[in-house]
């Protein structure tokens, strides 16, 4: 599968070399490159506003190419994000209940609290802590107002 060009950084160098190109009459090269269609028809068709815009262009590649970068880097960003990696829930757990003390904490307190991977549901949760049960590593019980509690055992 062939890569998709648009997607590609675009670099300073380049681009100072497709100014020079307004050199020879062409002008508008460095705009279209750093992803700025309009502005680019607009240069070539009036030679660079007249050689105005051409030589302000000089002083402006870099934050154009900067510009047409940031997109790029707030997905490469965004997925780098995707792959943090999360705590064990059981170590959450265990955590949040030595925080809770005597009161102990409800599964909507886990939900609220607990930072989950983006499948993980109440689910997961749930089934987490009947394990924690099962292993002795929580207690159940109920508070003073009846909702199901977990605590250190």
Known sequence: M??????????VALSYLLWCTSL???CGLP??????????TLWLLTFGLCGIGQ???LVLVPDMVRQANQSLLLEEALAQSDTTTYP???RQLLQLA??????????????????LP??????????EIERLLLSD????????RGRVVYREP
């Open 31 to 40: 705009r279209f490159y750093n992803r700025k269609p309009l502005s680019g």
């Open 88 to 90: 064990p829930i059981e």
């Open 24 to 26: 020879v009459g062409i």
């Open 2 to 11: 062939a890569p998709n060009r648009s997607a590609e950084r675009r670099s």
């Open 55 to 57: 030589l302000l262009d």
């Open 137 to 144: 590593l929580l207690d159940v019980g109920n508070d003073e």
């Open 118 to 127: 983006p499948q993980a549901n109440s689910n997961v949760v749930s089934a």
């Open 98 to 115: 030595r925080r809770a003390g005597k009161d102990g904490f409800t599964l909507n307190d886990a939900l609220l609290e607990l930072h």
